[in-house]
T-cell receptor
Framework: EAGVAQSPRYKIIEKRQSVAFWCNPI?????LYWYQQILGQGPKLLIQ????????DSQLPKDRFSAERLKGVDSTLKIQPAKLEDSAVYLC???????????????FGPGTRLLVL | GDSVTQMEGPVTLSEEAFLTINCTYT??????LFWYVQYPGEGLQLLLK?????DKGSNKGFEATYRKETTSFHLEKGSVQVSDSAVYFC????????????FGQGTTLQVKP
């Protein structure tokens, strides 16, 4: 079974530039998560999708971050314009079932490491 | 709000030593508790989980028991190997929530031969 795919693996940009990350979840997984992991910290949820609808985006800085999952499969996370503090690893995860199933296993991709100069 | 606190790292052990990584949590209701592991250059992987009080999760020689009275979920292994060197994250999801994971800050384990 193929895992969660993410690209690119690494990205270096200058502040005020824009950047986009792509995630393809495990086939058949309805729920998709984007987490931000700053160096030395645990991952923090940015946004959660159930199929192509947003379940939770309360921690997403909406003035600069946006995300979509148009067909309920793969997803794109965008930052525009980037700030120095956005330097982090962006993790995508997916899980099989329904919202509110808190016991489900989330499967993580390898992450995209972003450096903003 | 909900939170997870892990012991500071790095933890450095010799091969075959006993491992304990402490994890305590704050949450309303009845959370599910998880340990995830991140090996060098790889993504996060679920190591074990427990979904109710007094449950014990176990995998690959690692164990953790959900202790509601002490709000803890300490990770243990009787004999560590060099291949166990990784970053370990304790996490929870709260009942009635959307399923999002709330992570601790991670604990780096280094095992020397």
């Amino acid at each position: 079974e193929a895992g969660v795919a993410q690209s690119p693996r690494y990205k270096i940009i200058e502040k005020r530039q824009s950047v986009a990350f792509w995630c393809n979840p495990i086939s058949g997984h309805a729920t998709l998560y984007w987490y931000q992991q700053i160096l030395g910290q645990g991952p923090k949820l940015l946004i959660q999708f159930q199929n192509n609808g947003v379940v939770d985006d309360s921690q997403l800085p909406k003035d600069r971050f946006s995300a979509e999952r148009l067909k309920g499969v793969d997803s794109t996370l965008k930052i525009q314009p980037a700030k120095l503090e956005d330097s982090a690893v962006y993790l995508c995860a997916s899980s099989l079932g329904q919202t509110g199933t808190t016991q489900e296993t989330q499967y993580f991709g390898p992450g995209t490491r972003l450096l903003v100069l | 709000g909900d939170s997870v606190t892990q012991m500071e790292g790095p933890v450095t052990l010799s091969e075959e030593a006993f491992l304990t990584i402490n994890c305590t949590y704050t949450a309303t209701g009845y959370p599910s508790l998880f340990w995830y592991v991140q090996y060098p250059g790889e993504g996060l992987q679920l190591l074990l989980k427990a979904t109710k009080a007094d449950d014990k999760g176990s995998n690959k020689g690692f164990e953790a028991t959900y202790r509601k009275e002490t709000t803890s979920f300490h990770l243990e292994k009787g004999s560590v190997q060099v291949s166990d060197s990784a970053v370990y994250f304790c996490a929870l999801t709260r009942s009635g929530n959307t399923g999002k994971l709330i992570f601790g800050q991670g604990t780096t384990l280094q095992v020397k031969p």
